[in-house]
């Protein structure tokens, strides 16, 4: 092979060294979690992570997020070993990001910037991808430096504010705000026409399907609905919602199924999905599924509901499906062992008998992968749409 081609020559995949601070309320196993969860983000954006720092701080520092001993720390290893990126596990400020940038002099993505290029690759259709620019323009306002390649170039003369002499700067700002403007009057175009065809659907009952990201939402409605929704076993394989009439026993209802939700989800998400989201807050019973394998499903549940409560869906009925109990295991405790046992040491009957089989809301345990319980799962949703329905039409009691 010539230089040439050398050094044409693509490298395999982009590498990332991972950055967190831990936090005086938390434990080493909790980080240990959040850290695997950005490095599934990384993989899931096609960034193999090799490396990961950690710091104990009461608060990330303002100037530099971690310690700048630890920056340093960070910046030796990235030079020594090439790699092309520092991912950190929080939101930086503009500030953070300027002064971070000029230490380690390689390319820099925060928890939010790391989903948001997740969500763009992800995107398919139209409406997501309008969406996902919308965040990314918001999220890229305030952190415009001179270093950022500029969107569109402009020079100054007569007609045009500031002159001559305009920074590219202010340029590129005002750039972004005429496109986010476009972007909002167009998403409101599209919100009318998703707004009249919901209308259309008449007043069935409408069961929403949500939870965590990863959890096997998708596929549920592929068990539940017998369509072929996609389902990956990636972060975010859903963006777009998906509708389904499906019919029980006569009884027919729609199931949706949407973007899942994750910690620490952008707000910037948050207000351009809202729309998205509709579906669950129009809908009269939620599926909460939860993956009950997942060592940190009690953190994911209060993500799932907070979440909720921020788009106002909190005080739907709600009916929690735990899912890949195939997946399940526990350590059980040794026999001199005196300590309380933990949720990590129960067995899944165990939790079962725990305060997950006291909820005031319904519940089940279920494998879609190996289809455990799920025609039990499917008895129990037709007698709660069925509840809903006869509480609304009375007179049609005589279909089931």
């Known amino acids: 092979?010539?230089?040439?081609?050398?050094?044409?020559?693509?490298?395999?995949?982009?590498?990332?060294?991972?950055?967190?601070?831990?936090?005086?309320?938390?434990?080493?196993?909790?980080?240990?979690?959040?850290?695997?969860?950005?490095?599934?983000?990384a993989e899931t954006a096609g960034i193999e992570s090799v490396k990961r720092f950690t710091q104990k701080l009461s608060t990330p520092s303002s100037r530099l997020y971690m310690g700048p001993g630890k920056i340093a720390e960070i910046a030796a290893y990235i030079e020594e070993n090439e790699i092309d990126t520092v991912i950190f596990d929080d939101e930086l400020s503009p500030s953070q990001t300027r002064n971070i940038e000029k230490e380690l002099k390689c390319r820099l993505l925060d928890r939010t910037s790391l989903i948001l290029n997740i969500f763009v690759q992800r995107a398919q259709t139209?409406?997501?991808?309008?969406?996902?620019?919308?965040?990314?323009y918001e999220y890229m306002l305030p952190r415009l430096t001179g270093m950022w390649t500029h969107l569109e170039r402009q020079r100054g003369g007569t007609g045009t504010r500031g002159g001559a002499g305009e920074r590219e700067i202010e340029t590129d700002r005002r750039v972004i705000r005429n496109r986010i403007s476009k972007l909002k009057e167009d998403l409101k175009k599209i919100d009318r026409?998703?707004?009249?065809?919901?209308?259309?659907?008449?007043?069935?009952?409408?069961?929403?399907?949500?939870?965590?990201?990863?959890?096997?939402?998708?596929?549920?409605?592929?068990?539940?609905?017998?369509?072929?929704?996609?389902?990956?076993?990636?972060?975010?394989?859903?963006?777009?919602?998906?509708?389904?009439?499906?019919?029980?026993?006569?009884?027919?209802?729609?199931?949706?199924?949407?973007?899942?939700?994750?910690?620490?989800?952008?707000?910037?998400?948050?207000?351009?999905?809202k729309s998205t989201l509709d579906e669950v807050r129009e809908a009269d019973l939620l599926l909460?599924?939860?993956?009950?394998?997942?060592?940190?499903?009690?953190?994911?549940?209060a993500v799932v509901k907070q979440t909720l409560q921020e788009i106002g869906a909190g005080e739907k009925p709600v009916f929690m499906v735990f899912n890949k109990i195939d997946a399940y295991s526990h350590v059980p405790k040794d026999e001199?062992?005196?300590?309380?046992?933990?949720?990590?040491?129960?067995?899944?009957?165990e939790l079962r008998r725990s305060w997950m089989g006291k909820?005031?809301?319904?519940?089940?345990?279920?494998?879609?992968?190996?289809?455990?319980?799920?025609?039990?799962?499917?008895?129990?949703?037709?007698?709660?749409?069925?509840?809903?329905?006869?509480?609304?039409?009375?007179?049609?009691?005589?279909?089931?």
């Open 1 to 41: 092979m010539t230089e040439d081609k050398k050094e044409t020559t693509i490298k395999e995949r982009e590498t990332a060294v991972l950055a967190s601070v831990i936090r005086d309320k938390q434990d080493e196993l909790q980080v240990t979690e959040y850290l695997d969860e950005l490095e599934f983000l």
């Open 126 to 136: 139209a409406y997501a991808k309008t969406q996902v620019q919308l965040a990314q």
């Open 193 to 273: 026409q998703m707004a009249v065809q919901r209308s259309n659907r008449g007043s069935m009952v409408r069961v929403s399907l949500v939870g965590y990201t990863n959890v096997g939402k998708s596929t549920i409605m592929n068990l539940i609905s017998k369509s072929e929704v996609f389902a990956e076993n990636k972060l975010f394989a859903t963006l777009d919602t998906t509708v389904r009439k499906v019919v029980l026993d006569n009884l027919p209802f729609l199931l949706s199924d949407t973007v899942g939700f994750i910690r620490k989800l952008p707000t910037q998400l948050v207000e351009s999905f």
């Open 288 to 301: 909460h599924v939860v993956d009950i394998s997942h060592p940190g499903f009690e953190d994911q549940i």
């Open 336 to 349: 001199d062992d005196l300590t309380p046992a933990t949720k990590e040491n129960m067995t899944l009957d």
């Open 359 to 400: 909820l005031d809301t319904p519940c089940i345990f279920i494998s879609a992968k190996d289809k455990t319980n799920i025609e039990k799962l499917r008895r129990n949703l037709y007698t709660m749409v069925r509840e809903i329905h006869s509480g609304r039409y009375p007179f049609n009691n005589f279909l089931y």
